[in-house]
């Protein structure tokens, strides 16, 4: 248990030292927020930090840091170093840099912003991405809340029948202003998601539940081995790719450079308190990681459903249903949301008119309906590694930028390469990828690892093929220069 809250100390501790150097590094200034400069009464709205922090923090939390955190508890508490560390040298500076970089290029998306540093051919691979991602999200938390509801309810009102006003209000919340849906109701749900941590943890600790100290060992019952499985497995609640994608909805919203460490690192600390939360509740709840595998066999949403109901009683059960049926919701009409926006910036399509909104909002709705008929469990696991690839290169975007900007780039250089090795070791082992051995695959990720930093090294510090690179964003660029 001493192991336990010197990670929680260490989470907290970092927001108040670690992210004030990444904000040093960076640079805020006064400068007129896009808020206040293109504001349009839909995407660009002006709203109080306070309100933009909670909202932040529901749209790249949602289910994440709980189902994430549960899945890295199987590999026994080893999981909460990477939750620490992940969350404060990796996910908060990931989610700063890219919510700031967007406040500098007037609200604009991950795939623009890669555009503008890592050039035209990256920029369309990231627009591509980015929209299948986001659909992805959308199409995994559609089904999982309708069973829940379908559960809940008379026999009459089944599965088909909520998915059907779930997509219904995916519609609503994608199409109409920032600030009558989400900018209401997020900031309730996002406060019953640390209720509901809190509750939990304090009920581990005041009930004599036992938290194991941290061990290197690999606890994992099936024997899966810990890189890099878990570092992709948990995701939301350490690094995730899918924080590019959210924190440019609330660059449009902030009135302050100066606030972004508040909202964007501090929300991702905020996230990894709740996931390194749950992975204590996980493994001392089921006494051990055995356990814990066998009850995440009857899914995910059970096991929360379970340890909230358990351990809170009724009250515990009601605010679970609510996390396991609003929470991802959340994620996904976010997640749509910035599908559209993505798909705006691509296409040069003014987003004010009504019209416009609708020519997009209408196919992305279409396509994730059609995939809500697919297996979900498969969709999640492209879905978990195409996520840290998108940080991998959301890191790669970031450390150009700061090199351009003569600033201390080793701050994302660092865990770029760590996610490098990452992401190309764990589609060269998956299942769902090539199913090499590890004895092939942890070699050739190091090596591909190497080359993304040999390649940034080349072409920016040793000022190799700079122009090919800036040649796409000559523009965005002049217009940032002097940051």
């Known amino acids: ?82 939750i620490t560390f992940g969350t404060l040298l990796g996910g908060g500076v990931h989610d700063y840099m890219i919510g700031m970089m967007s406040m500098r290029h007037k609200g ?118 810990i890189w890099p499985t878990m570092f992709i497995s948990v995701a939301c609640g350490a690094i995730s790719g899918f924080h590019a994608t959210q924190s440019p909805l609330m660059a449009r919203c902030l009135t302050n450079e100066a606030d972004g460490r508040k909202v964007f690192y501090g929300a991702m600390v905020a996230e990894g308190v709740i996931a390194l939360i749950w992975a204590a509740a996980g493994v001392a709840f089921y006494d051990g990681t055995g356990g814990l595998l066998t009850a995440l066999g009857n899914g995910q949403s059970s096991v929360v459903y379970e340890i909230c109901f358990q351990l809170l009683g009724p009250v515990g059960a009601v605010i679970a249903m609510i996390g396991v049926i609003a929470c991802p919701i959340s994620s996904a009409d976010t997640a749509y949301r910035s599908a559209r926006l993505t798909l705006a910036d691509w296409f040069k399509l003014d987003q004010k008119p009504a019209k416009n909104r609708l020519l997009l909002t209408i196919p992305l709705l279409a396509v994730g309906s059609v995939l809500t008929q697919f297996d979900v469990q498969i969709v999640w696991r492209y879905f978990s590694w195409s996520n840290q690839t998108l940080a991998m290169i959301a890191l ?16 994302t250089v660092l865990p770029a390469t760590f996610m490098s090795a990452v992401s190309c070791t764990y589609i060269l082992m998956a299942k769902e990828g090539l199913q090499i051995s590890t004895t092939i695959a942890y070699p050739i990720g190091i090596i591909f690892a190497a080359a993304c930093f040999g390649t940034f090294f080349y072409t920016t510090v040793l000022g190799k093929g700079r122009h090919a690179t800036a040649s796409s964003s000559e523009t965005e660029y002049a217009a940032a220069k002097s940051d």
């Open 1 to 82: 248990m001493i192991s336990f809250f010197l990670c929680l100390l260490l989470l907290i501790a970092g927001f108040f030292f670690y992210s004030k150097i990444t904000e040093k590094v960076f640079g805020p200034d006064d400068r007129i927020t896009p808020a206040l400069s293109m504001t349009d009464g839909n995407d660009y709205v002006p709203m109080g930090t306070p309100r933009i922090f909670l909202i932040q923090l529901l749209n790249i939390a949602g289910l994440g840091p709980i189902f994430g955190a549960l899945a890295g508890a199987c590999w026994g508490p080893s999981v909460f170093l990477w």
């Open 108 to 225: 604009a998306s991950v795939s623009e912003l890669t555009g503008s540093y890592l050039g035209t051919a990256m920029k369309q691979i990231m627009r591509v991405f980015s929209v299948i991602l986001l659909v992805l999200v959308g199409v995994t938390f559609s089904t999982g809340p309708a069973n829940l509801l379908a559960m809940l309810t008379p026999h009459v009102l089944d599965s088909r029948f909520w998915l059907v006003v779930v997509l219904v209000y995916y519609f609503i919340a994608t199409f109409v202003p920032i600030d009558k849906v989400i900018g209401k109701i997020y900031p309730f749900f996002g406060i019953c998601l640390i209720v509901m941590a809190l509750g939990v943890g304090g009920a581990i600790l005041f009930k004599g539940y036992h938290i194991p100290e941290i061990t290197l060992a690999n606890l994992h019952p099936a024997g899966t081995p």
């Open 396 to 411: 790669w975007t970031a450390s150009v930028y700061l090199f351009r900007k003569k600033r201390f780039y080793w701050i």
